[in-house]
Each structure stands twice: as C-alpha cells, then as structure tokens.
C-alpha cells in the first residue's frame, strides 16, 4: 500500500502484512532494528604495566541510569564514563565495574590491624567469661577481612593521564560491544513481535468476518422478540424502537475493529522505520491493543468473537513482555 506524506511530496511506501517490497529488497532486514535493553559486555586493556578489566551490564529500565564501581583513586573516570554511555544508550540500568589485573598491576598484603584489635577484645571477653576458648593468632589471622589485598601500581597511577586516557579508550570499545549485544538481541525480538503482530491481524480478520454477518443474524432475533410480543397482544412502538437502537449500538464493534487495525498498521510502521527507540511508543500502543480487545468483549453478543477478544488479550499480554525489553 502507498501512505502519502502528511506534508505533501512524494508518497512513502510502507509494509502492511505479508506485502513485499519489489522496490526495496532489504526492507525486511529493516523490520527488525530495533534494541534489547538487556546486554552484557568486558573489555580489558593494559598501560604501563597496568592492566584492568571492564565489565557491564544493562537491565530493563524506564529511563536511562548508569552506576560505576571504580575502585578508590579513580573516582575522576565516573563522569566520562556517564558520558560515554549517553553517546549509544538511550534507556535501561546499566552497571559499570572496573578491576584491575593483579598479575599486572601487582598485589601486596596487608593486615586490618584496627578489625583484628576487635576481634581479638570481644574473644577475650568471652575467654574470661568461659564461653569460649582463649583465641589462638593463626585462626584470628584465617578470619576474611583480617588480611586484605592492596593494589600497588594502580594507586600509585591514578593520577597519571596517559593511564587515563587508554582506560577511558577501553572503555569506549566496552560500550560499543554492549551496543553491540544489545542491538542483536533486538534482532532476535523482531521477529518474534512480527510473528505475534500477524496472529492479532488474523484474529481481527476472522472478527470482521463475523461482525460483517452480525447485521442477519440480529435482525432475525429481533423477528422473533417481536413475535414474541405480538402474541402477547402487547407492544409500544417507542419502546421497541428504543430496544432496538440499543441493542444495534451495543453490538456494533465496527468502531474497535477500525482501530486494532489501524494500531496494526502503526505498529508496523514503528519496527520498519526503527531508527530510533520505540520501546516507550510500543508499550503505549500494547496498552491500545488491550483496551480494544476489554470492549470488543463486553460488546460481543457472540460466542466466537468473545472468544477472539480473550484470544487478543493474551497476544497482547504476550507483546507487551517482549516490547518490555525493546530500548
């Protein structure tokens, strides 16, 4: 189909249904850009003998927040950092650790002599009082937190610019791979939301189908309340009147049909044209969905079309889990 443009011009050529493009072979290759939120990345690098691993990790989230783990001394990367991942990340909660190489940057030993101190005031206290045996050094010394590790090298360099630079340039390969791994999860979805797109489009197809029939078959039911009636020797033509617009209104449903497909046809319009995230657009249109499918049930006055609106609402439901995860 051809959808002219709002503000004249050319007409754009858009996907509806199972349509091909013979204009535009990789069309359906474009379907299916859109993003994962969801994503896990590492990249290491080394500066002077210095080596350190990123590593991070995106979850779903409804804006973008971005935590660090730095270890002490190199609190002066956070903000680069931040902005890095603002430059590929629009939405999700990512987390940012930073480690260093111990083998690289070397290690050294030391005593927490403040938490032995401690440790060893509250086990006499206990000794004296016979509730424990008197502490020995060697399963004081075994305690964790006791002996802690240190970092050298890597306190020494903190303030070096040249490490600065490559552990910040090691960190720009890091969030393109998560941008990376985001984007071909996305992919991944794509299908699965067209897939799932197609089964509401067929359900809305088989309700136009009966809606289209539903004009007979009340017309019948009508005949037959009338009958009914004038056996009775009873009947106020107003009040019949009255009954009859009411029951035609309350089972017309053309008006939601119109708008599922029409939600249809945004929705694809929304994964071809991708090129910017979605996620907030797909989950408002989810939420039409469902509110097109509660009416369509409380108006059917048949058995089949309740059925296909049940059957939309858990589609739906289905959409919406995945497009929970679209950036």
């Not at 002077?48 to 270890?71: A, Q, T, Y």
Request: hydrophobic letters at 40%; aromatic letters at 4%; one cysteine or more.
């Amino acid at each position: 189909k051809i959808a002219p443009r709002a503000c004249g011009g050319a007409p754009k050529r858009i996907y509806r249904g199972g349509d091909e493009f013979p204009d535009r072979p990789h069309a359906r290759e474009a379907i299916l850009t859109i993003n994962s939120m969801t994503g896990f990345a590492r990249a290491s690098g080394s500066f002077k003998g210095v080596g350190w691993l990123w590593e991070v990790k995106s979850v779903n989230g409804r804006g973008l927040e971005v935590r660090c783990r730095i270890p002490a001394g190199f609190d002066h990367l956070e903000d680069p950092l931040r902005k890095l991942v603002k430059t590929r990340i629009t939405r999700g909660n990512v987390n940012i650790h930073l480690q260093f190489d111990r083998a690289s940057a070397g290690t050294a030993y030391q005593v927490n002599r403040e938490f032995l101190e401690e440790l060893l005031s509250l086990a006499h206290h206990y000794a004296e009082r016979g509730e424990a045996d008197r502490p020995r050094m060697d399963g004081m010394l075994a305690l964790r937190g006791v002996i802690e590790t240190r970092d050298e090298t890597a306190g020494e360099d903190a303030d070096d610019e040249g490490l600065a630079a490559a552990m910040l340039s090691s960190a720009g390969e890091l969030v393109e791979s998560l941008a990376a791994a985001r984007n071909e999860e996305g992919r991944a979805l794509g299908p699965v939301l067209i897939a799932q797109l197609d089964e509401i489009k067929a359900l809305v197809a088989r309700a136009t189908e009966i809606a289209a029939g539903w004009p007979d078959k009340m017309r019948a039911k009508i005949k037959a309340q009338m009958a009914i009636l004038l056996e009775a020797g009873e009947l106020d033509e107003g009040r019949l009147e009255q009954e009859l617009a009411l029951l035609t209104t309350k089972a017309d449903i053309a008006e939601e049909l119109d708008r599922l497909t029409s939600h249809i046809a945004a929705t694809r319009d929304m994964l071809e044209g991708a090129s910017a995230p979605v996620g907030r657009r797909l989950d408002f249109i989810c939420q039409e969905f469902n509110r097109e499918a509660n009416t369509l049930c409380s108006k059917a006055n048949d058995k089949e079309l309740t059925q296909i609106g049940l059957d939309l609402k858990v589609l739906v439901d289905k959409m919406r889990e995945q497009v929970q995860n679209i950036e």
